[in-house]
């Protein structure tokens, strides 16, 4: 018997007997007070070193920054992005297991801290395994206010992306009143943008537009360039869905040049470009659109961003089936769901599926389209995405399938735009 099992390159740990048979020795030999000493020296390490990745995978994100200031120095140190993100990954086996156990050691603030610390990388990422539950567990070992809301916050988003809008919806609402108790600006500019997400997923998109306004005020008063731009973008989508575009692209516009005083390839950047992108397919501008979708997609592999990269390839999909480019349409559709499925994010996926069975159905493959189309209506329909449930009705209906009374009924603004611009 071996008593150390590699998992992966570099990476061991004691076999199950030897890992059972130490941890009754430590118990038996050591003082409760010198493995508590221990334990505290490995939170702190994870901390600190975490919190310092974190920035280096994120330098422009202000929140990150006050948080490993906090969480002190490590001694690693991270070059640039791409080692911050090599360290995560590698580490967050280790730092999903050692927050759960200090929530339940005497250490709720190393659980609290990590799930703040991790929550822009683990989304951006999209690794939602372990991430609900490292939220949850800040939730429940959160102190004050402050840490509530922020907690709360980082569920919804959690939740968002799932596509489990009434469960995101709720944490956001809970992240603003704590916010709010606790007079956290930034906080309750985050939670009036998250909360217009609710207002757009359920049709109110004018609602949506107020709150997304109120919030950028909000952000730019605190000098929070990131939470402008999500706000511009919040707002910019519900324009869309108002059949806005011109008012739109303005937003949209704003939105990438506030992101570009983030720094140099940012997150930020890289939504906002295809943000624009969308906005000027709409409108009819296909030079623009193509050029951003390029550019979009550049970017997001630089960033290794696997979600950007998939919504940026249905992007150029759509632009090719436009143009009559059936091959080309279903080789970028097809990428783009291949990405979406591994990420795991159902929204996306959903609208992936329905793009995609337009250009299958233009190559003549329709019983293939009839199935991605069902596939995304069955799927929106347990989320209840009404927008994706109607674009689905609707491709089936076009085919043959389905009672296009129903889908008139469903979703009227169907009829007022071409593209579904989606939530990340």
């Avoid at 309750?188 to 049709?203: C, D, F, I, P, T």
Wanted: proline share 2%; with cysteine; glycine share 8%.
């Amino acid at each position: 018997m071996n008593l150390l099992e590699e998992h992966g390159t570099g990476r061991f740990e004691l076999h199950d007997l030897i890992r059972l048979l130490a941890s009754d020795q430590a118990r038996d030999e050591d003082p409760a007070s010198v493995r508590r000493t221990a334990l505290d020296g490995l939170f702190d390490f994870y901390r600190a070193t975490a919190a310092t990745a974190a920035t280096a995978y994120a330098p422009h994100d202000q929140e990150r920054i006050e948080l490993t200031q906090q969480a002190g120095l490590s001694e690693l140190r991270f070059a640039d992005r791409d080692e911050g993100r090599a360290w995560l990954d590698r580490e967050r086996p280790n730092l999903l297991a050692t927050a759960l156990h200090a929530a339940d050691h005497g250490r709720p603030e190393y659980a609290i801290a990590l799930s703040a610390v991790l929550m822009y990388y683990l989304g951006t990422a999209s690794l939602f395994a372990g991430a609900e539950v490292l939220h949850q567990t800040a939730i429940r070992c959160a102190r004050s206010d402050h840490e509530r809301g922020r907690s709360y916050n980082n569920l919804g988003g959690l939740y968002w992306r799932l596509g489990q809008y009434a469960d995101g919806r709720a944490a956001y609402q809970q992240a603003l009143r704590f916010a709010r108790l606790a007079g956290n600006r930034v906080g309750e500019a985050s939670g009036l943008s998250n909360v217009a997400l609710g207002h757009y997923r359920l049709g109110d998109y004018e609602a949506a537009v107020v709150c997304q306004r109120e919030a950028c005020g909000l952000f730019e008063a605190e000098g929070n360039l990131s939470g402008m731009t999500t706000a511009l973008a919040g707002q910019g989508w519900a324009e869309l869905r108002l059949n806005r575009p011109d008012a739109a692209l303005v937003l949209f516009e704003q939105g990438l040049a506030i992101s570009r005083k983030l720094g140099v390839d940012t997150f930020e950047e890289a939504f906002a470009l295809n943000n624009l992108a969308v906005a000027h397919e709409v409108l009819g501008r296909a030079d623009e659109a193509w050029r951003e979708y390029e550019q979009a997609l550049e970017l997001s592999r630089r960033l290794s961003w696997v979600n950007g990269e998939s919504d940026n390839l249905n992007g150029l999909g759509r632009m090719h089936l436009a143009a009559g480019q059936v091959d080309e349409a279903l080789t970028h559709h097809l990428q783009a769901l291949d990405l979406a499925v591994r990420l795991g994010s159902k929204p996306f996926t959903i609208e992936v599926r329905n793009d995609y069975a337009h250009a299958l159905q233009a190559a003549g493959r329709t019983t293939e389209a009839v199935e991605q189309h069902r596939t995304a209506l069955e799927d929106a329909e347990r989320i209840e995405d009404r927008y994706e449930q109607a674009r689905a009705s609707a491709g089936l209906t076009r085919i043959g399938v389905g009672n296009p009374l129903v889908v008139r009924a469903r979703v009227p603004e169907l009829e007022r735009t071409r593209t579904a611009p989606r939530l990340t």
